[in-house]
């Protein structure tokens, strides 16, 4: 394997809630244009981390360094500015606007023309064609013009991805992109983080619980367990790792299967 | 909204309600008999009465409108709005009056106070939301009424007597050019309804609904959505203090209520007769507001009140969209309305 540039970067990160640790001293290295899952069971700290890496929380000790700047405690409006985007595992999106508007607010936000209060907004064409490849992108065209509350569930999850998506991001992070959508939908929505991950060579790290999902896309996975990394490496070597077995994988998940 | 409409056809609505305004002293005056050259002389007597109302109206709507940008289009229910217009209506008594100031050295301390009263807002804004702000607010407002109610202040402010005798410059007296006055006040209006209508169609207004809708979405994709909300507070209350100010010049006392929370809550009820976040539901509403209250007080006296307030009850409780919001509606659903106001007030923190 070819020695890849780091694209993001943690050092000895902690956050604690009262006494309890949610993510204790991780350190990660995390290269450019992998796709990189995290798995582990249940309150192991997986949305915390997420949360850490995206500004969302600030650490109670520790670092987070994106393309070997230190960008802890950065305001959170500034991540995607910087090229990091996130998505949530609880739909986060603008229910009562158009899916259209819900993508194009996500393109305009990279404009600098956002303080000129007497411009009309369709007149900024970046903005209206971005937002019209990311629309067709998500494969939501049909849908363009209804409220994003009325969407179903599996669409919601589209849109989400897809206001992620519309700021052109370097540094995807989706926390559970296929939450609670039909199983029928998953491989649809795999396909296409795959395919942007890959026709754009972008970061994308994964926060995910369907195992076959994430032993098929992951180019290496990270297990996490009571706030620390249990096991790091490629798809083959978690597998048949003997810890994360005994851990996570135990009667879930087998290679043979 | 398609780019290739011009000024015209995409104001159509207001500049039809701009011109029948204009007209309408005029078809009244033909209506008691008198030409139009004596309602221009303002010496009609229905006309001139009617005018007087018209601009009561023009007053509150554009009130009601610097109220909705910041409840309806940003999310922010302030309750400390009518310090505002207090401010300005005060600061124009006082400049015109105690200190004699020339008119247009007025006009920009009243511009400069809405500034500094918006960054004062400012200040808690990224710090308290939905309803803390609304109380934060309040108390904000609360201390600008208790030094204009306070008897130190008398002399300035006239306490609770209110502010009296304030000179209005001759060209807009309201009492011998008040077709005039007429005229300026609608044209603010209509100005300000354009002006609001073009901001929620540009890229800080969509910004502004993006906050209202959710908040912490609206951070992740990148706006500082603290100084949007900024932004929606400094247009609003030079808004606000234009209407004071116009206040202040036609009215010949400035009433210490225009300080208080009842004030406020008049531009939140204006608001929610018209339709929250419609902008034109502000125009409707305060149409609706004033015209109630007048015809209910001529005919009940100070018991109208009871009556007022009991109508606005059933009002919001059945048309919870309020009129514009209503007739924008495919169809009316009463508890999504209430569900949908109870979130607005609550605001999403």
Avoid at chain 1, 129 to 149: F, H
Avoid at chain 1, 178 to 186: F, I, L, P
Avoid at chain 2, 19 to 35: D, Q, T
Wanted: glycine residues 8%; proline residues 4%.
């Amino acid at each position: 394997m070819t020695a890849r540039e780091t694209i993001i970067e943690t050092q000895n990160l902690s956050k604690h809630f009262g006494g309890l640790a949610a993510v204790d001293d991780v350190s990660i290295k995390i290269e450019t244009g992998t796709l990189h899952a995290i798995i582990g069971p249940n309150g192991a700290g997986k949305t915390t981390f997420f949360n850490l890496l995206s500004g969302n929380l600030k650490p109670t000790t520790g670092k987070v360094f994106y393309k070997g700047q230190d960008i802890t405690g950065k305001p959170i409006y500034r991540m995607i500015h910087m090229g990091i985007g996130r998505s949530f595992q609880i739909t986060n999106i603008f229910p009562n606007l158009t899916v259209h508007e819900n993508i194009r607010l996500a393109s305009q936000a990279m404009e600098d023309k956002n303080f000129r209060f007497l411009m009309d907004t369709t007149k900024m064409q970046t903005v209206e064609e971005r937002t019209a490849i990311v629309i067709e992108k998500v494969g939501l065209s049909r849908q363009a013009d209804i409220p994003a509350r009325v969407l179903p569930h599996g669409d919601q999850r589209k849109l989400e991805l897809g206001i992620i998506l519309a700021p052109d991001p370097e540094l995807l992070l989706l926390d559970e992109p296929t939450a609670g959508m039909a199983t029928d939908q998953v491989p649809e929505l795999i396909t296409l983080i795959q395919e942007v991950q890959q026709s754009d060579d972008k970061t994308v790290i994964l926060v995910e619980h369907n195992m076959n999902v994430v032993m098929k896309v992951s180019d290496r996975i990270t297990v996490m367990h009571q706030g620390k990394i249990l096991a790091e490496g490629t798809p083959a070597e978690i597998a048949a790792n003997h810890e994360v077995q005994t851990a996570y994988l135990g009667g879930l998940y087998d290679l043979n299967t | 909204m398609t780019t290739n409409s011009n000024f015209l056809t995409r104001n159509r609505g207001i500049l039809i309600f701009f011109v029948v305004m204009l007209l309408a002293p005029f078809l009244i005056g033909l209506l008691e008999g008198s030409s139009p050259a004596v309602v221009l002389a303002n010496e009609g007597g229905l006309s001139k009465f009617l005018e007087g109302l018209g601009i009561e109206i023009f007053i509150l709507a554009i009130f009601a409108l610097s109220f909705d940008l910041l409840f309806g289009i940003t999310g922010l229910l302030s309750f400390g709005h009518a310090m505002f217009f207090a401010v300005a209506a005060y600061l124009t008594g006082i400049a015109l009056k105690t200190l004699q100031l020339p008119f247009w050295q007025v006009t920009l301390l009243v511009l400069l106070a809405a500034i500094v009263q918006a960054l004062l807002f400012s200040i808690v804004l990224p710090r308290v939301k939905g309803i803390t702000f609304t109380l934060v607010s309040l108390g904000l407002a609360s201390v600008f009424h208790i030094i204009v109610m306070s008897s130190d202040m008398i002399n300035l402010t006239g306490a609770d007597v209110g502010l009296q005798g304030v000179p209005t410059p001759a060209f807009i007296n309201p009492a011998s050019e008040r077709f005039r006055f007429y005229v300026i006040a609608l044209i603010f209006l209509v100005a300000t309804y354009i002006f609001y209508r073009r901001f929620v169609a540009s890229p800080t207004g969509r910004v502004c609904v993006a906050i209202r809708e959710n908040e912490d979405r609206a951070k992740m994709l990148g706006y500082s959505t603290t100084t949007f909300k900024v932004v929606a507070m400094i247009i609003s209350s030079i808004t606000a203090s234009i209407a004071g100010m116009l206040h202040a010049l036609y009215q010949p006392i400035i009433s210490p209520t225009v300080a208080d929370l009842g004030f406020t809550v008049t531009a939140l009820l204006i608001v929610l007769i018209g339709g929250v976040g419609t902008l034109s539901g502000a125009i409707v509403g305060a149409f609706g507001f004033r015209l109630l209250d007048f015809t209910l007080r001529r005919f009940l006296g100070e018991s109208a009140s009871f009556v007022t307030g009991s109508v606005y009850v059933i009002f919001v409780l059945f048309v919870p969209y309020g009129i514009i919001g209503t007739l924008r509606l495919e169809k009316l659903s009463t508890r999504a309305g209430w569900k949908e106001l109870f979130s607005r007030i609550r605001g999403n923190a």
